[in-house]
């Protein structure tokens, strides 16, 4: 890209499925890779935490439970995705998750 003339490249999701979920926090360190990288070579990054597929933004997928899902009309949870499709945001603890990933992401990419 830098090559091409171009200095600014949009990153998402912020978490990558192959970090280490071992931490009691998300390590980010894919991300931060990719900004030390970019600041080496001159790009800028923007780091998008909301992008357009749900089921893969907002709260992290490995923490997922069931009473996350959202309930279909006739009260079970609509699991029929191969991943764990759109979240309960009306669910407090999908709440806190959701604001606890923002705000983890936020001050592990603040510096860059």
């Known amino acids: 890209m830098k090559r091409c003339g171009m200095n600014i490249a949009v990153i998402w999701p912020a978490v990558f499925w192959w970090e280490n ?12 890779e990719i900004l030390q990288y970019a600041e080496q070579i001159g790009m800028q990054v923007i780091m998008e935490l909301a992008g357009q597929i749900t089921a893969l933004e907002y709260a992290p997928d490995y923490l997922m439970k069931e009473d996350y899902y959202t309930v279909k009309l006739d009260g079970t949870y609509d699991k029929t995705k191969l991943v764990f499709d759109a979240l309960n945001y009306n669910h407090p603890e999908v709440k806190q998750l959701i604001k606890k990933n923002f705000s983890e992401a936020a001050q592990a990419y603040k510096g860059f």
């Open 21 to 32: 979920k071992a931490h009691a926090h998300y390590p980010f360190q894919t991300g931060i």
